[in-house]
């Protein structure tokens, strides 16, 4: 895959976690616990820890 197009996967799951924490679905404990927030696959919702991890995902399994 392209650098392009592993970039413009990247940033859609960075907006996802920011959206996704935004509305407090990723994790409703992150700032009694300080936890990492958690990303969910929008395809399968599977979760995952980092953008990074979630736009491989992406790229692998629904590209």
């Known amino acids: 895959m392209s650098n392009f197009n592993r970039i413009k996967t990247e940033l859609q799951a960075n907006m996802l976690a920011q959206t996704q924490n935004l509305f407090g679905i990723s994790n409703t404990l992150n700032n009694t616990f300080n936890v990492q927030p958690k990303l969910i696959c929008t395809y399968c919702y599977n ?15 629904h590209s």
């Open 47 to 61: 979760v995952f820890k980092t953008p990074q991890t979630l736009s491989r995902h992406i790229e692998k399994f």
